[in-house]
């Protein structure tokens, strides 16, 4: 039964409206109920079998500048281009906050994939979330070979793979709706 106060127009506005926003006042902070409400949503993505895979690390203050110089170590390890590294050590400061989110591995290849289907799942309900609070949030992919100075960073357990990390503040600008291919649809009778 639908509920009433859910409006389908009401979730496909939302929908509709969030974008990838970096343009982050990173001098506010968000308050703890509200970033506790953003990691709470994760876990309410559809998660077969109910393993419960994701992890997630709200890192304030000094600890992004430990996130960034942890992988900023890994990538001049890799011998990665000097400038990219050295932004690497201080881009986690662009934003109050960091969520950082990972998924446990499963004990098969396809548990592992529906693991990480459920968080990335999961991720979606954090930044519509974080839209509908009027934040501005931008899901970042971890840098190529750094997942284990992620998980060390953020204290996960040897068996996660780290998903994102979540850039989250209050927005200094907006973000123009980019144009949008037409959604290819196979009608099958």
Same mark, same amino acid.
């Given at each position: 039964?639908?509920?009433?106060?859910?409006?389908?127009?009401?979730?496909?506005?939302?929908?509709?409206?969030?974008?990838?926003?970096?343009?982050?006042?990173?001098?506010?902070? +968000?308050?703890?109920? +509200?970033?506790?409400?953003?990691?709470?949503?994760?876990?309410?993505?559809?998660?077969?079998?109910?393993?419960?895979?994701?992890?997630?690390?709200?890192?304030?203050?000094?600890?992004?500048?430990?996130?960034?110089?942890?992988?900023?170590? !890994?990538?001049?390890?890799?011998?990665?281009?000097?400038?990219? !590294?050295?932004?690497?050590?201080?881009?986690?400061?662009?934003?109050?906050?960091?969520?950082? !989110?990972?998924?446990?591995?499963?004990? @098969?290849?396809?548990? @592992?994939?529906?693991?990480?289907?459920? +968080?990335?799942?999961? !991720?979606?309900?954090?930044?519509?979330?974080?839209?509908?609070?009027?934040?501005?949030?931008?899901?970042?992919?971890?840098?190529?070979?750094?997942?284990?100075?992620?998980?060390?960073?953020?204290?996960?357990?040897? @068996?996660?793979?780290?998903?994102?990390?979540?850039?989250?503040?209050?927005? @200094?600008?907006?973000?123009? +709706?980019?144009?949008?291919?037409?959604?290819?649809?196979?009608?099958?009778?």
């Amino acid at each position: 039964m639908p509920d009433p106060t859910i409006h389908p127009s009401d979730v496909n506005a939302l929908i509709r409206h969030r974008r990838s926003n970096l343009q982050i006042n990173a001098a506010i902070t +968000v308050s703890r109920d +509200v970033l506790e409400q953003l990691c709470e949503v994760v876990k309410w993505a559809p998660n077969h079998k109910r393993t419960w895979p994701a992890r997630i690390a709200v890192m304030s203050g000094e600890s992004r500048r430990a996130l960034g110089e942890a992988i900023a170590t !890994v990538m001049a390890n890799q011998r990665e281009n000097e400038f990219k !590294v050295e932004k690497t050590r201080t881009k986690y400061m662009r934003a109050p906050h960091i969520i950082v !989110v990972g998924a446990t591995r499963g004990d @098969t290849d396809q548990r @592992t994939r529906e693991n990480q289907y459920a +968080v990335a799942a999961g !991720v979606q309900n954090l930044l519509l979330l974080a839209d509908s609070f009027g934040l501005a949030a931008l899901w970042g992919s971890p840098a190529d070979g750094a997942n284990a100075a992620i998980k060390g960073v953020c204290g996960f357990e040897a @068996t996660v793979d780290v998903m994102g990390l979540i850039y989250v503040g209050q927005p @200094t600008g907006t973000v123009e +709706v980019p144009v949008r291919p037409a959604t290819t649809i196979n009608w099958l009778d």
